[in-house]
């Protein structure tokens, strides 16, 4: 094969029996052609995957909005939605907004802002762990405002507020303890798992044995925290919560493309340029707050950090859903929960049970179908 000249100033490449091959430069065959060709495809992928995942936040936004809605109107006594939306709008209706703007609004903003606190906390906890299936819980961040949190009930006999605290510094203290034990020599996600757990069943154990140590009536004031529920929310749990949740949420946010360099290993993401040990520890420590003020506001509510994200990855399209998809995610299953506890037959349920019941099938759906694509 010998080059020949062409006017164009390049050489063409004929082949055997005088057929131009393509174009050269130095002697090699250039590819800007298929590049050429590949960019605007993936530049229209990545646009669609952009649009997509825009809509998607947009219409789970919709969607909560709707269920909040749909909560202020169910419940023992049904308002209709002009009602609702009078009582929203500043207006006056005797009785009714009473029922709403005191009783029923502050429990739907709480359950609303509690699961968008879940969830965002519970996915970024799965993405620096590169596992879709891992949970807050494993360090021991619910286990830590639960035994402080029962101390306050029992031995305190703390409420409101000076409880809330006291639940947020245990489970920040235990958090922040977990990550201490098992930082030495770098942060391993192994040893803090296992650190986690043991820590974990510790307190676990420490809260039973104050519970029998106390009365019948505080006794059921601890269980009903400990399921979680939103039967007692009261405005002024309302600020610390949603401000927790915007600037929390949104430093967490602005990490996020941190944390994807990360799910690929600490070395690749050095190499990066990406500074390891302090994108782990402030993901970390604001994932902690959002859970520890969100436990502390309502409790426990099982499932809905773990299970959040996961939900939201067949909407979003993707293998990793953005934090704010799993936020909404997360409030729409608090408040969607929150319904159906209110219209159980001859009792209403706290929300913490209902994500408890429903919560179980959902994870063993989502485990069959991720063996199935070998995902775990």
Not at 4 to 22: E, F, I, N, Q, Y
Not at 86 to 102: K, R
Not at 321 to 347: E, N, R, Y
Request: charged share 10%; net charge positive; with cysteine.
């Amino acid at each position: 094969m010998t080059p020949t000249p062409v006017p164009s100033g390049k050489s063409m490449l004929v082949v055997g029996d005088g057929r131009p091959a393509g174009p050269m430069r130095c002697g090699v065959p250039a590819s800007s052609d298929r590049e050429d060709a590949l960019a605007p495809r993936l530049r229209e992928k990545r646009r669609r995957a952009v649009l997509r995942s825009v809509v998607t936040t947009m219409l789970m936004g919709m969607a909560l909005a709707a269920l909040m809605l749909l909560d202020l109107m169910f419940g023992h006594d049904m308002y209709r939605i002009t009602d609702v939306l009078t009582v929203l709008s500043g207006g006056y209706i005797p009785g009714v907004s009473f029922a709403i703007g005191e009783l029923r609004l502050p429990r739907v903003v709480i359950g609303a802002f509690c699961g968008m606190a879940f969830g965002m906390a519970g996915t970024s906890f799965q993405h620096l762990l590169r596992n879709l299936m891992a949970s807050p819980d494993i360090i021991g961040i619910t286990s830590g405002a639960n035994t402080a949190a029962v101390f306050g009930i029992i031995i305190l006999g703390l409420s409101g507020f000076p409880l809330a605290a006291l639940a947020v510094a245990g489970g920040l203290i235990t958090a922040c303890s977990v990550i201490w034990l098992s930082s030495g020599g770098g942060l391993s996600y192994a040893r803090l798992i296992l650190m986690g757990i043991g820590t974990g069943a510790g307190l676990n154990a420490l809260s039973s044995w104050i519970l029998l140590r106390a009365n019948q009536w505080d006794v059921q004031a601890a269980s009903r925290w400990l399921t979680g529920s939103l039967a007692s929310s009261q405005w002024q749990e309302v600020p610390p919560l949603v401000v927790t949740v915007l600037v929390a949420g949104s430093l967490l946010v602005s990490l996020r493309r941190h944390v994807d360099v990360l799910r690929f290993g600490d070395e690749i993401a050095t190499g990066l340029g990406v500074r390891v040990r302090l994108s782990q520890t402030a993901v970390l420590v604001l994932s902690v707050l959002l859970l520890s003020v969100a436990t502390a506001t309502s409790g426990p509510i099982s499932f809905v950090s773990f299970l959040a994200g996961p939900l939201a990855v067949p909407l979003a399209g993707r293998r990793a859903p953005s934090l704010i998809q799993a936020g909404f995610m997360g409030g729409c299953l608090v408040i969607a929960a929150d319904i159906a506890a209110q219209h159980v037959p001859s009792t209403q349920l706290p929300v913490g049970v209902v994500t408890g019941i429903i919560g179980g099938p959902i994870l063993a759906a989502l485990i069959i179908r991720m063996t199935r694509r070998q995902e775990i």
